[in-house]
């Protein structure tokens, strides 16, 4: 039952209002799923397929069927038989009087409204079905203008060209809102036009829209009432009055505290605030009343926008957490008295005072304000004081933007510095046309050291392919002209097999230097990965990558320790005058080599043969460059022009992209992963899992995710793929293709830890100033399994300090976590404690950490993680 495709598995609702409408949807998306992603899946294992997708009441009902021979796994006999079962539970007539009741809803795109009238009509045993839709589609269609243009064909209207008009008007449609602006406001009440001030208001009222098809008196008596009706309606009072008669004349409201109108229908009470300004208290008149004005009591937007809620964060108002909007015109920070009671403060340092400022709209209106308040808002790390001005209206909270750049929200651009890319690599060459006269012999003779009494061990020649021999031999004759390699006519204690490999057109010369390197000595010097290097460039913006070219062979060997290196040919022996690859010691050499070529160049570090250079912007990163290429070229060191990178905002460096937003994963190594077909054997599910591991430290609760299939490696545990190791399989393609961008480490800023445990496995994210820095995550064992909570709480401290080890050592930690009583057990002496947890504690000595208990709901970017966990786990 395996499958390599990613595909949407069918399921039939058994409490679906009509199961005989629902098992139509149903068979169809089974039959396309068997053309499609199953197309080669033998019928017995698409049977097996389609037992899973029809339910545990469906498996029920598979049971009662009576069988002929192999029966059972043809999926035809199988969906008839259940399609037979499930007719007799249809009514024509009900059938008929649902397709003649359905109406185009609001928002319903034309075509998905053909198609359920089309799955309608095959309940309803019309005979010519033509006819029936067409008139299904004229009387259920939404807008008057379809109907028309359809009833104008007459009886040259096919359906054909019905679903034609529909689709054309739509398209017409989305284009003319286009045209006009994204979003559209739709006025709920009345909108008024002020021409005077509120105490001699003259109101005029928009008509409703008149229906031009019905011109009969009655219509037109109708509409005439209606628009009487409205017209005499005071703006004053909200009821219908002669003149000179309005019931507020002499009442003052009690909203603005102005005369001759009531609270219900006050002007002030039904602004919106769109941006506040502050105003002295001697500026402030009402200079607005001879003004036009257009008031709308409520304002909807029907478009909604994702990036519409990137300007509202969450802060802290001491445990509370209070959604604010960022609005970089306001003078001040407003909240609505509803959001300030949610607070519930209590303390008498918190007190509502009187405000002398008032606020106004961008439109010049006040806003009656109750009071102002301090408050301390906390985001991330960072706690300052602010004062609101508190408003009683239905309003977004909002911060001014000179609180915003306080809190490190926003910042303040001046100028922007373009980063300028080099439109070619090889222009690099251009700028520094001494790096073109380097030799491409690093300095110094470089010697093998063997173990002491090894014995040689002479290979004999491997056979070439014909179609490359030729190729390669022309390889050989070029690398010697070029002093890489030279003819040896003498005996030599040790002979390799040479090894050819195909890099496009081209031939590479290798060795096989697998019994020689049983005995070379290593240097057992440092390697750096990606995680040594990301530390070092916290701030970078301007990125470049030099690769040096046939990095290994730019270093020379020793002529006792070229010996060694001897190979056999096609056209006789040969021995390496630089480092081969293959030799287990040569990554190590050229890794302390380049290091010693780059000591204290701050902004410039190697891993091996790739140098990445990184500034905060374009001036410092060019000081580093030129200091790199000075050295370089002091050292010979021969770069190959086609892949360096040059003032670049994002690279690509040793499996992942560096941008000046943080870490991203490589596509390829994604790339790699989504296309990789599902395992037919245990050593297949190996490679998937070694895939996915390299990029474990995007992927949050992998060691959950992958769990089923690492259950497939046991020793004692048969190779069977089922629908849960294909559930897993789907699910870390996923994951792997939505990974999120990790920070850079930096170690001036301070750290913390988010950990967790549930009852499968532990999680923990690293982070600083509310950035991932990585994940982590891992299951526990059988015996893990049966601690108590706390004790699982005090093992994901435990993982999450050591997997993150190197970020941590020497710097203050606070770890998170939402188990209460682990805060005040670090509180006491180590001896209070449980035995244990005193173990574990013990394995804590070597961090200065601080454990913070969070509320769950603070908890967010772990709980999240964990959580998942368990709703993948009751998928499986």
């Known amino acids: 039952m395996a499958t390599g495709f990613q595909f949407e598995h069918p399921s039939l609702n058994w409490g679906a209002p009509d199961v005989y409408q629902e098992f139509q949807r149903f068979k169809q998306h089974v039959e396309f799923t068997f053309k499609g992603p199953l197309v080669k899946a033998e019928p017995a294992d698409r049977a097996g397929w389609l037992g899973l997708w029809i339910g545990q009441q469906g498996r029920e009902v598979y049971k009662t069927f009576v069988w002929q021979e192999n029966e059972q796994d043809n999926p035809d006999i199988i969906l008839g038989k259940l399609e037979t079962y499930i007719r007799p539970r249809t009514n024509k007539r009900v059938a008929r009087f649902k397709a003649c009741q359905r109406k185009q809803t609001e928002g319903e795109n034309f075509d998905n409204f053909v198609k359920d009238l089309r799955l309608l009509l095959m309940d309803c045993d019309y005979g010519n079905t033509e006819d029936i839709l067409i008139d299904l589609i004229i009387s259920g269609v939404k807008h008057s203008k379809v109907q028309e243009r359809m009833l104008d064909k007459g009886s040259d209207l096919t359906i054909a060209k019905a679903i034609e008009i529909g689709q054309q008007f739509e398209l017409s449609q989305k284009q003319l809102k286009m045209i006009r602006g994204e979003e559209i406001l739709r006025v709920s009440e009345h909108s008024y036009d002020k021409k005077k001030d509120h105490k001699g208001t003259k109101q005029q009222y928009r008509r409703p829209p008149v229906n031009t098809q019905n011109n009969n008196r009655q219509d037109k008596r109708r509409q005439d009432t209606y628009h009487h009706d409205h017209q005499s309606k005071c703006g004053n009072c909200g009821t219908t009055h002669g003149n000179n008669r309005c019931p507020a004349k002499g009442t003052t409201c009690k909203y603005c505290k102005k005369p001759d109108h009531w609270l219900k229908v006050c002007r002030k009470r039904l602004r919106k605030i769109n941006m ?38 969450d802060v802290h108002i001491g445990d509370k957490a209070l959604p604010v909007r960022i609005d970089t015109g ?32 961008y439109t010049g209106h006040k806003i009656q304000q109750i009071g102002k308040i301090r408050l301390p808002v906390m985001f991330k790390d960072r706690e300052i ?39 070619k690599p090889n222009e690099l060459s251009h700028d520094f046309p001494e790096l073109i006269k380097t030799s491409g012999t690093l300095p110094g003779e470089y010697r093998l050291t063997v173990a002491e009494n090894a014995k040689g061990v002479v290979h004999a020649p491997r056979r070439i392919p014909a179609a490359i021999k030729e190729k390669a031999i022309t390889e050989l004759r070029n690398m010697e002209e070029n002093g890489y390699i030279t003819k040896v006519e003498e005996p030599t204690e040790w002979v390799s097999s040479m090894v050819v490999a195909l890099r496009k057109d081209k031939v590479r010369i290798c060795i096989d230097p697998k019994d020689l390197n049983e005995v070379i000595q290593r240097e057992n010097y440092p390697l750096k990965t990606i995680e040594d290097v990301i530390p070092l460039i916290p701030d970078a913006k301007v990125f470049s990558v030099l690769d040096a070219k046939s990095g290994f062979l730019q270093i020379k060997l020793e002529e006792p320790s070229s010996y060694l290196t001897t190979f056999n040919t096609p056209i006789g022996r040969y021995r390496w005058l630089r480092l081969p690859f293959g030799i287990k010691s040569a990554p190590e050499i050229y890794q302390r080599i380049m290091d010693q070529m780059l000591e204290g160049i701050i902004g410039a570090t190697a891993i091996i043969d790739d140098i990445l250079i990184a500034g905060r912007n374009m001036e410092e990163h060019d000081k580093i460059l030129k200091q790199v290429v000075e050295r370089a070229t002091k050292h010979n060191l021969r770069l190959n022009f086609d892949k360096c990178f040059v003032r670049k905002a994002k690279v690509a460096y040793m499996g992942h992209v ?4 943080g870490l991203l994963p490589d596509p390829a190594k994604i790339q790699a992963v989504v296309e990789m077909p599902a395992p037919q054997n245990k050593e297949g599910v190996r490679r998937f899992l070694g895939l996915v591991q390299y990029l474990s430290k995007f992927i949050p609760n992998l060691s959950q995710v992958d769990a089923p299939l690492r259950t497939l490696l046991k020793s004692d545990v048969l190779f069977i793929w089922e629908y849960e190791q294909e559930k897993s399989f789907h699910e870390l393609k996923r994951l792997c293709s939505t990974t999120p961008v990790l920070a850079f480490f930096d170690v001036k800023k301070p750290v913390e830890i988010e950990c967790d445990a549930s009852q499968e496995g532990l999680g923990a994210v690293l982070m600083q100033e509310g950035r991932v820095i990585a994940y982590a995550s891992r299951s526990l064992s059988e015996s893990e399994k049966r601690y108590a909570q706390i004790e699982k709480e005090m093992l994901s401290i435990v993982f999450s300090t050591k997997k993150f080890h190197c970020y941590i050592f020497g710097k203050k930690t606070i770890i998170h976590n939402d188990h209460k009583p682990l805060e005040q057990i670090f509180k006491k002496p180590l001896l209070a404690a449980p035995l244990r947890i005193q173990k574990m504690m013990l394995k804590l000595q070597w961090y200065d950490i601080q454990v ?17 966990i368990f709703v993948r786990r009751k998928q499986y």
């Open 276 to 313: 506040i300004q502050e105003v002295d208290q001697n500026s402030c008149d009402s200079q607005d009343s001879g003004d036009e004005l257009l008031y709308i009591s409520t304002v909807k937007t029907e478009t909604w926008r994702n990036s519409e809620d990137r300007w509202i964060v």
């Open 385 to 423: 004081h602010e004062t609101f001005e508190i408003v009683d209206m239905e309003q977004d909270n909002i911060i001014s933007g000179d609180f915003a750049e306080s809190l490190n929200l926003v910042k303040r651009i001046d100028t922007i510095d373009t980063i300028e890319e080099i439109a």
């Open 658 to 661: 560096i941008t000046d937003k």
């Open 330 to 361: 306001a003078k001040c920070s407003i909240i609505s008295k509803k959001s300030l009671n949610k607070l519930e403060l209590k303390s008498k340092m918190f007190e509502i005072t009187d405000s002398k400022k008032i606020l106004k709209s």
């Open 852 to 868: 913070c208990y969070r509320k769950r709901k603070r908890h967010e970017n772990i709980r999240r993680f964990i959580e998942s």
